[in-house]
């Protein structure tokens, strides 16, 4: 298994731009959530979704949309790119199985809006 | 505000001796608790767990303690290595909160020669 895959690992943005993180598990999981990581903090949930079709909100949704039309896929549309979505962006997803919530991270994307 | 902090943001050890590395939470709905190491450039890494029916739980070379009462959470690593140097993250789980996760800031582990 490849686990959790995300691209691009990097990406450099003009403000107002748009663009599509994608990320991929091939572990079947249900839960899947996007989080943000700014220098030197914790990650915060941008949103997180519990089956396809099914999306809710995190704690630092706005500026951003998800989308889960597969089990498999969950990805992240930046619309309108701001300096303040600067940050390294993290896709997990988890089973919940056995009541575990270990929450299985990709590599991230770093993105930088300039 | 973040109901998960950490009372150390850094901290350096000798190589072979023990770490611990500490949590403070506020939510007492909590109900299951989770350590990650983040090494540089990369996603974070689960670690360990506990449920907040435990004590505590031992893994290989690591332990955490949960002492619900003050509210508080801990990691000790054995003889630590080199190859433990990371960030290192405590996150809650609020019971009904369909497995999302708060993170702390993290603490900085440093493990000298």
């Known amino acids: 298994n490849a686990g959790v895959t995300q691209t691009p690992k990097f990406r450099i943005l003009k403000i107002g731009q748009s663009m599509t993180l994608q990320c991929t598990q091939d572990?079947?999981?249900?839960?899947m959530y996007w989080y943000r990581q700014d220098p030197g903090m914790g990650l915060k949930l941008i949103y997180y979704?519990?089956?396809?079709?099914?999306?809710d909100k995190g704690e630092v949704p706005n500026g951003y949309n998800v989308s889960r039309s597969t089990t498999e896929d969950f990805p992240l549309r930046l619309e309108l790119a701001a300096p303040s979505q600067t940050s390294v962006y993290f896709c997990?997803?988890?089973?919940?199985?056995?009541?575990?919530?270990?929450?299985?991270f990709g590599p991230g994307t770093r993105l930088t809006v300039l | 505000g973040e109901s998960v902090g950490l009372h150390l943001p850094t901290l350096s050890v000798q190589e072979g001796d023990n770490s611990i590395i500490n949590c403070a939470y506020s939510?007492?709905?909590?109900?299951?608790f989770i350590w990650y190491k983040q090494e540089s450039g990369k996603g974070p890494q689960f670690i360990i767990d506990?449920?907040?029916?435990?004590d505590k739980r031992q893994g290989q070379r690591v332990t955490v303690l949960l002492n619900k009462t003050v509210k508080h959470l801990s990691l000790q690593i054995a003889a630590t290595q080199p190859g433990d140097s990371a960030v290192y993250f405590c996150?809650?789980?609020?019971?009904?909160?369909?497995?999302?996760?708060?993170f702390g800031k993290g603490t900085k582990l440093s493990v000298k020669p």
């Open positions: 997990a997803s988890s089973s919940l199985a056995g009541g575990s919530n270990e929450q299985f």
């Open positions: 572990m079947n999981h249900n839960y």
């Open positions: 979704s519990v089956g396809a079709g099914i999306t």
């Open positions: 939510n007492s709905a909590s109900d299951y």
């Open positions: 506990i449920r907040s029916n435990m």
């Open positions: 996150a809650e789980n609020m019971r009904g909160s369909q497995g999302n996760l708060i």
